[in-house]
C-alpha cells in the first residue's frame, strides 16, 4: 500500500476512537474525509462528493417524508394507541410476555423506524405492563430493545433507501431480498431472550427490585379508550406499499408519496390542528435532513477520502482473494463497529459508500452485500451498550444499560455469525 493508504489506516483508527468518545458523527466523518482527500492532494474530490450527496432525490425524498410521518404521528399519539392496541391481548401470559413484547416491539418498528423512537412509544406502555406481571425490569427492558431492529423491514429505514440506490433497484425489493434473513435474525431474538431471561430467572424478581422500579417510575399518561382508527395511522403507508408493489399495481407508488398519504390519514382520523400538524410534519423533514441525510452526507465525504488515498483499492483488492473475507467483512465490520460506536448508522453508511459498490469484484451481489451491512449494523447497535435506544430503554425500566446488554449479546453475537453463514 501507498504511504498515503496507512495514513488513512490511522486516521480509520482516529475516527473509530473519535466515534466512541461521542463526539459529533457528522463532524468526526467530513473531518476525516476531508483530511485524506487533502493529503492525497485532491480537496475538490471531498467537496464534489459533499455536494452530490447533498441533492441525491431518492434518499431525500424517502428519508424526508418518513421523518415528517413519524412526526405527526407522535404529535396525534397514532403511536400510543397502536401499541396499547397491541399489548391489549398480553397481559396475562407470564414469561410469553418476554418474547411477545420484543414481536410487538419489531412489529411497531417496522411502522416506526426509529429505533430510540419506537422504543420509547412500545416501552412506555409494556415495560409497566411487564413488570406488574412478574418480570425483572432489566428483562422487560432487555425484551423491548431486542425487537428495535424491525426497521430493518421497513421502507422508512435509510440505509433500505441508500442500498436500493446503489443497486439500482426499488426499495421494495430489496426489502424483499432480505425479509427471510431479517425475520430469521428476529427467531433468533426471540428463542435467545427468552433463554437468556428463563437461565437469569427473570420470571421471579425479589420484592427489593420490586420496590426499586417502583420507587423511581413515575405514573405514565393513559390514552383512555383505544381509538382503532388512530392505530392503524402508522400502518397506512406500509400498506400502501406492500399493497402497491404486490396486489395492486395502480396504486403503487414511491415513499415520500405514501408517507404523505399516511399523513393525511392521520390528520383526517386525529382531529388535531392543522396548522400545528403542517408545523409538525415540516419540522420531521427538516430534522430528517439535518439528522440521518446529514450522516449519509459526510460519510460519503469520509468514503471519498479513503478512495482518494487509495485505501478503498487496496481493500478491495484483498477481498477479491477470497469470498470469505467479503463475507466477514461484511459482517463483522458493521457489527462490531456499532457495538463501539453504538450507531450503526456510521458504520454502515460508511462501508455501503465505500465498499459495497464493487461487490461484484470479489463474486458477490450489490444488494445482498448491502442488505448483510445494514442488518449486521442494527444487531451490533442493539447490544451496545452506549447506543441512544439502550439508554432509552434503561430509563424507562429504570436499570442501567449493561443490565440490558447482558441479555441481548448472546443471542446477539449467534445471530450476526448465522447471518454471515447464510446470507452470503
Keep these: 500500500m501507498s504511504l498515503t493508504a496507512w495514513i488513512a489506516v490511522a486516521v480509520v483508527i482516529v475516527t473509530v476512537y473519535c466515534l466512541i468518545k461521542r463526539y459529533e458523527t457528522r463532524l468526526v466523518l467530513f473531518t476525516a474525509g476531508l483530511f485524506l482527500c487533502c493529503i492525497s492532494m485532491k480537496p475538490m474530490m471531498a467537496l464534489d462528493q459533499f455536494a452530490k450527496s447533498m441533492t441525491t432525490a431518492t434518499l431525500i425524498m424517502a428519508i424526508c417524508g418518513s421523518m415528517g410521518f413519524a412526526y405527526v404521528v407522535t404529535h396525534t399519539q397514532c403511536d400510543k394507541h397502536l401499541v396499547s392496541l397491541l399489548a391489549a391481548p398480553l397481559k396475562k401470559i407470564g414469561i410469553l410476555l418476554i418474547p411477545a413484547a420484543t414481536a410487538v416491539t419489531f412489529f411497531v418498528n417496522i411502522a416506526l423506524p426509529s429505533a430510540a423512537g419506537c422504543a420509547a412509544a412500545v416501552g412506555a406502555t409494556l415495560i409497566p405492563v411487564m413488570i406488574r406481571s412478574g418480570i425483572r425490569p432489566a428483562a422487560a427492558g432487555a425484551a423491548i430493545l431486542m425487537g428495535t431492529y424491525g426497521s430493518c423491514l421497513s421502507p422508512g429505514m435509510s440505509h433500505n433507501n441508500f442500498v436500493a440506490k446503489i443497486s439500482n433497484m426499488d426499495v421494495m425489493d430489496v426489502i424483499g431480498l432480505h425479509t427471510p434473513f431479517t425475520l430469521i435474525m428476529m427467531a433468533i431474538g426471540l428463542v435467545g431472550i427468552t433463554i437468556v431471561c428463563l437461565v437469569l430467572r427473570d420470571n421471579k424478581p425479589s420484592q427489593e427490585e420490586l420496590d426499586a422500579y417502583y420507587a423511581q417510575a413515575g405514573q405514565a399518561a393513559e390514552i383512555g379508550r383505544i381509538n382503532i382508527l388512530k392505530a392503524l395511522a402508522p400502518l397506512v403507508p406500509l400498506c400502501i406499499l406492500v399493497a402497491g408493489n404486490q396486489w395492486f399495481p395502480a396504486v403503487k ?26 408545523k409538525e410534519f415540516f419540522k420531521g423533514m427538516g430534522s430528517g435532513y439535518g439528522s440521518v441525510m446529514g450522516i449519509i452526507i459526510a460519510a460519503g465525504v469520509f468514503a471519498a477520502g479513503l478512495r ?96 440490558l446488554v447482558k441479555r441481548t449479546f448472546i443471542p446477539m453475537i449467534i445471530a450476526v455469525f448465522t447471518l454471515a453463514l447464510i446470507m452470503v
Design 308 to 403: 482518494a488515498t487509495g485505501l478503498v483499492d487496496a481493500f478491495v483488492a484483498g477481498l477479491k482473494a477470497s469470498n470469505e473475507i467479503a463475507r466477514w467483512g461484511g459482517s463483522l465490520g458493521p457489527f462490531i463497529l456499532a457495538v463501539i460506536t453504538g450507531s450503526g448508522d456510521a458504520a454502515t453508511f460508511a462501508f455501503n459508500e465505500a465498499v459495497t459498490p464493487h461487490a461484484a469484484d470479489f463474486g458477490m451481489q450489490v444488494p445482498n452485500l448491502g442488505a448483510l451491512a445494514l442488518i449486521s449494523g442494527s444487531l451490533g447497535r442493539t447490544m451496545s451498550p452506549i447506543a441512544g435506544v439502550v439508554i432509552v430503554v434503561s430509563g424507562l425500566a429504570m436499570v442501567q444499560p449493561m443490565q
Design 253 to 278: 407508488m414511491g415513499v415520500a408519496q405514501a408517507m404523505v398519504c399516511g399523513a393525511i390519514y392521520t390528520l383526517a382520523v386525529s382531529w388535531t390542528n392543522p396548522q400545528q400538524f403542517s
